[in-house]
């Protein structure tokens, strides 16, 4: 690594969430002096004070949709490095909410970058979604944003402040995510709703999210977008496994597990991409990950950087039926935390 966490101060926004709380586990791991979680929650923060007694971990309730509130807590602690992880990430709450979404992901991305700046942050790391590639909702659109955002602030930061992005696949075991809501259903004797069996997404795990976070704030130079190569599943499959492989341990027999096919919800798509094709002309490829860097192409991109990487989740290296079952018991036995 390039940069090293140990003995910095960090912020967290979204610090309480599935993804910001497997973020602080990973600072603590990796020796932070100071992690502070910034979410609005207070009944989540007082259940992570009581998680992390002991530990250097602090949290301050605010919204990052209120400049002042995002300013004052910068101004207190002067961090090191901000992870911004507060996001509406659910489609179709976006879709019915597109204002609210827009002044979470767009004007919260902007107040964080304003105040990271003006306060001398070294790095900044925003964490956004495939969905912004090629964006079809509201989520997409506003995640798109807050990337253009980013990297526009990465342009005109000072020497020695970097910014970044990091583009996730599903988080397969954060709340909302379809294992958890599917693990409910089957606990309840509900059937399990499918959109559409042949969707595909891409696909990983809570702590792999987090772990590339940390990377992209210790590798950054300026203005990268950093994406893990995440293998795909198919929701029918999927599906599949948890009625036949997880119902039963559930005391669900199999055959009285219904599949209900609702249909797509408006603006999903059938597959996912993780890159645009503007963006695989300028990306290095890593041994697990893809790095989209800034304009003007660098020399050191790779236009033709792997085909089973950079197109859509249907062609996308699937993962087996086995491995599918492997995550719904991860989850299943550690339980998830509630965002």
């Known amino acids: 690594m390039s940069w090293e966490l140990a003995g910095t101060s960090a912020l967290v926004t979204g610090g309480t969430g599935s993804i910001g709380r497997a973020l602080v586990d990973e600072l603590v791991t990796l020796r932070a002096k100071r992690v ?19 530990l250097p971990v602090e949290t301050v309730v605010g919204d990052v949709r209120d400049a002042r509130s995002v300013d004052a807590v910068c101004r207190q602690y002067r961090f090191d490095v901000v992870f911004h992880v ?48 090629q964006p079809t909702t509201v989520l997409g659109a506003t995640k798109l944003l807050a990337e253009r955002l980013t990297i526009a602030a990465a342009r005109s930061a000072p020497q020695g402040q970097v910014l970044c992005c990091v583009r996730f696949g599903n988080v397969l075991g954060s709340r909302g995510s379809v294992v958890p809501v599917w693990l409910d259903a089957l606990r309840n004797g509900l059937p399990l709703e499918v959109t559409d069996p042949a969707v595909t997404r891409f696909a990983m795990r809570i702590a792999g999210a987090a772990r590339l976070v940390v990377r992209a704030g210790c590798e950054a130079q300026g203005g990268e977008l950093f994406v893990l190569k995440m293998k795909a599943f198919e929701l029918g499959e999927l599906a599949a ?7 039963p341990s559930l005391g669900r027999q199999p055959e009285d597990v219904k599949v209900v096919v609702t249909g797509l919800v408006p ?39 792997g085909n089973r990487w950079c197109g859509s989740s249907e062609l996308a290296p699937r993962l087996t039926p086995d491995e599918l079952e492997d995550l719904a018991v991860e989850c299943l036995t550690r339980g998830y935390r509630h965002e």
């Open 241 to 247: 496994v948890m009625k036949n492989r997880i119902a």
């Open 36 to 54: 502070v979680v910034f979410s609005r929650d207070e009944m989540k923060h007082f259940h992570l004070r009581r998680e992390m007694n002991g």
């Open 86 to 133: 507060a996001a509406m990430k659910h489609v179709s709450v976006c879709e019915d909410s597109p204002y609210e979404a827009a002044l979470t992901n767009v004007v919260g991305t902007q107040n964080v970058l304003d105040s990271a700046l003006r306060h001398a942050v070294r790095r900044v790391v925003v964490v956004s979604t495939d969905k912004a590639v």
């Open 267 to 305: 603006g999903e798509k059938l597959h996912e991409e993780l890159l645009s094709a503007d963006e695989v002309a300028r990306t290095r490829e890593t041994e697990d990950a893809l790095v989209v860097l800034p304009w003007p192409r660098r020399e050191d991109a790779c236009a033709s950087t």
